[in-house]
């Protein structure tokens, strides 16, 4: 099916760990965004990407770094992960016109 | 003034009745807007465009109301399967695509 994939679909981490969140789309979207949701803070936005080879920070973007690999993919990765990161981790894309956004299904990071 | 704001809500409304809410934007160059469903645990999905001269799909209606910077969503003939949580979104278009997204708005359909 066309859409946001994301990976992995949960994943414990421990305190320092580090680890690389996956995101693919298959709609030939320029635009790709990271956004991170915790319980009444809604949908904050991390890192997103205009176009394949740009890249730019978001509300919040410490702790965090992003590879856009090429159209389809891109990547979030945390260095060193601490126990504020615990949160549900949305990719999503959009492409020109006014079609809003698609969502992946959601990356859910317990940092212990 | 925040760039987008929703009432948190919840909204409680008995099964069958209309419900409505309203969400207010603070930038007069916002040019596209949606309304956004989100299940719990689940990922946002897209409910219906906004469009100038409002619109309707079944029962849900949006207006836009650009003259006082807000867009809503009217529900009529709630179903228990209409539980969610609402966001409205505006997207700033520029050099880049801006999408701001409300918190959401609860929506609690009672049987």
């Known amino acids: 099916n066309a859409g946001v994939t994301q990976t992995p679909k949960f994943q414990v981490l421990k305190t320092g760990q580090s680890m690389t969140l996956q995101c693919a789309q298959d709609?030939?979207?320029?635009?790709m965004y990271w956004y991170r949701q915790d319980p009444g803070m809604g949908l904050r936005l991390i890192y997103y990407?205009?176009?394949?080879?740009?890249?730019d920070k978001g509300e919040v973007p410490n702790g965090y770094n992003v590879s856009r690999l090429n159209k389809r993919e891109f990547s979030l990765r945390l260095e060193s992960a601490a126990p504020s990161q615990t949160s549900v981790y949305f990719c999503?894309?959009?492409?020109?016109?006014?079609?809003?956004?698609?969502f992946g299904s959601g990356t859910r990071l317990t940092v212990v | 003034r925040k760039e987008v704001e929703q009432d948190p809500g919840p909204f409680n409304v008995p099964e069958g009745a209309t419900v409505a809410f309203n969400c207010t934007y603070s930038?007069?160059?916002?040019?596209?807007f949606f309304w956004y469903r989100q299940d719990c645990r689940k990922e946002p999905k897209l409910l219906m465009s906004?469009?100038?001269s409002g619109n309707e799909d079944g029962r849900f209606t949006a207006q836009l109301n650009r003259a006082s910077q807000y867009i809503s969503l009217l529900i009529r003939d709630s179903k228990l399967s209409d539980s969610a949580t609402y966001l409205c979104?505006?997207?700033?278009?520029?050099?880049?695509?801006?999408?701001?997204f409300g918190k959401g708005t609860r929506l609690h359909i009672l049987p």
């Open positions: 999503a894309s959009s492409g020109t016109g006014s079609y809003g956004y698609t």
């Open positions: 709609m030939n979207h320029n635009s």
């Open positions: 990407s205009a176009s394949e080879g740009t890249t």
């Open positions: 930038n007069s160059a916002s040019q596209s």
């Open positions: 906004v469009y100038s």
């Open positions: 979104v505006v997207n700033m278009r520029g050099r880049d695509d801006k999408i701001i």
